[in-house]
């Protein structure tokens, strides 16, 4: 009996208290005598699964979602393959508290409920030495980093290093949904203050207390922290995270040609998003075609959708002019048109030539859209004139109300459901449950990124890609569709049961695979069975170390 060889010599207190081998009450009578660990666990082993009957028990227990967050925290920070085991047997129920939307008042409240350190905090109190901050992560084969300067965190706006939350979170489901390893995994908060006053303010906020570094600075801290990350390690896809609007676009079009990156916010959600329309369609019998789109925010995720959009209809024939036609804008100034002078460059492709429009309800009547996209956390945007407008334009029409956290939703399912008359194919970005209405249950569709990004994540690790492309997401996008059954479309459901996403990151992952090696876009030579291998790369949430 042996631990695995790069962790040779831990034991005792020292194994119990590394979470990536603790084993806690599972340690059989000869692993406690083999690794000095009699009389430091009480006397009766568990099996794995009386462990995960404890937890749950504990986890019920809690009063509120914010407590289950914090008590799943510290598990994972004492027991890694306990935690992936709870989460992934309970995936429908624990995902909202890992993530959305429960991570975003966990991060509202990160440096109150802060119990230990997880992942790296690199400050711009640490320029020019980053590389030397990241030679302090013991792991050196990491696959996956995801990274916030928390300026805006899901619709929450700028939280400065409170938003780790969200790399943490991230990457458990990196895990959790599509087994990449978690010492593979790095989640990263790059602290460049905050101009949250409140944060500021409180005594107990854990960064930096001074407004946030722009321009020239802020661009040169950024490439020292790529270059370092690549030096250190060589094999790393970066996903840039929750960064603002024009710091998303900018690093995102800055980098991706260079480096193996991506932005979850513009590409993940665009894919989320496209696979929720292809199946919705198959709901309404219409083609992609024939649809003509109004989104309710044009930030990272609005616009992102938009372009891939965009990209499926010239698939499907249509030029990127006619294709550009069937999405529209509405912002905070109104709808996106090509008259207005106030618009940033990456709005400017979906600025058309036509009047402009004061109102979103007034954007419906002239514009006579087949779906409606809410993105811009604006809560109860989505209100009853306005969808009953669009029941009246469309037998089916589409209302993907997709911001979150909850708080910040266009709409709730049954607010969708009840002022369409059951009409509506609701998508939403929080977690809302099933509807009665008129005899019938309604199911929506949760457009959640965890149905994409993992089984992204995990092709290009499992391939060594070099790049993240846009067409990956497509492929993903039209993947993620093609795996939603007929009995999910008949209740309304437009994605597959949260529960199967292992399966579904593992379809992506291979499709993407493929796609890597057919671009050129790797060393690695093609595997003779790449759905195996694909499946090989999986972390298994068991304690199969110490055999």
Aim: aromatic share 8%; proline share 5%.
């Amino acid at each position: 009996m042996k631990l695995p060889d790069n962790l040779h010599g831990k034991r005792g207190i020292q194994l119990l208290q590394d979470p990536f081998l603790n084993k806690g009450t599972a340690f059989t009578e000869a692993e406690r005598d083999a690794f000095g660990l009699r009389g430091l666990l009480p006397p009766r082993p568990s099996a794995p699964d009386t462990q995960l009957d404890r937890v749950m028990g504990n986890l019920n227990s809690k009063d509120s979602d914010l407590e289950k967050f914090i008590f799943l925290s510290t598990l994972h920070d004492r027991n890694e393959v306990l935690f992936y085991r709870t989460v992934c047997a309970n995936l429908e129920e624990l995902v909202p508290i890992i993530y959305t939307p429960t991570i975003g008042k966990a991060c509202q409240n990160y440096s109150h409920i802060f119990r230990r350190p997880r992942g790296l905090y690199i400050s711009i109190e640490d320029k020019n030495r980053i590389s030397e901050v990241l030679q302090n992560w013991p792991h050196d084969d990491v696959r996956m980093i995801v990274v916030t300067d928390g300026e805006r965190i899901l619709g929450l706006g700028d939280l400065g290093a409170n938003g780790m939350g969200i790399p943490i979170g991230k990457l458990s489901l990196y895990t959790a949904c599509a087994g990449i390893a978690p010492e593979q995994c790095l989640p990263i908060t790059l602290d460049v203050g905050t101009n949250n006053q409140a944060l500021r303010e409180d005594p107990l906020y854990l960064g930096l207390a001074q407004e946030r570094l722009r321009g020239p600075a802020y661009e040169e801290f950024i490439e020292e922290f790529i270059n370092a990350a690549r030096a250190r390690f060589p094999r790393v896809c970066i996903q840039f995270e929750d960064f603002g609007n024009a710091n998303a676009f900018h690093l995102l079009h800055k980098y991706r040609d260079k480096i193996c990156t991506f932005n979850d916010d513009i590409q993940g959600t665009a894919s989320v998003a496209l696979a929720g329309i292809y199946s919705a369609l198959r709901i309404t019998g219409k083609k992609l075609t024939e649809q003509r789109f109004l989104f309710l925010g044009a930030g990272e995720a609005g616009l992102g959708i938009g372009e891939l959009i965009v990209e499926a209809l010239k698939a499907e024939g249509l030029s990127e002019a006619e294709a550009r036609r069937c999405c529209w804008f509405f912002d905070s100034k109104g709808l996106v048109v090509q008259s207005r002078t106030d618009l940033v460059e990456h709005k400017k492709a979906f600025a058309h030539d036509h009047p402009s429009i004061p109102t979103f309800l007034d954007a419906i009547q002239q514009l006579r859209p087949t779906g409606i996209l809410g993105v811009a956390g604006m809560a109860g945007g989505f209100d009853q004139k306005i969808v009953e407008a669009m029941a009246q334009i469309n037998e089916r029409p589409l209302v993907f109300a997709l911001s979150n956290p909850t708080s910040k939703a266009e709409c709730t399912a049954e607010q969708a459901y009840t002022w369409s008359e059951g009409r509506a194919v609701v998508a939403t970005g929080s977690p809302f449950p099933p509807v009665q209405l008129g005899g019938k249950t309604l199911v929506p569709g949760q457009g959640n990124n965890a149905y994409i990004f993992p089984g992204v994540g995990l092709g290009v690790v499992a391939s060594d890609a070099t790049r993240v492309t846009d067409e990956m997401f497509f492929i993903a996008a039209q993947t993620l569709a093609g795996l939603v059954k007929e009995e999910d479309l008949a209740v309304g459901r437009v994605y597959p049961h949260l529960n199967s996403i292992r399966e579904v990151s593992l379809a992506i992952g291979i499709a993407v695979a493929e796609n890597v090696f057919a671009r050129g876009l790797t060393e690695m030579p093609r595997p003779a069975d790449l759905a195996t291998h694909v499946k090989s790369c999986m972390f298994e949430p068991d304690y199969a170390a110490y055999a």
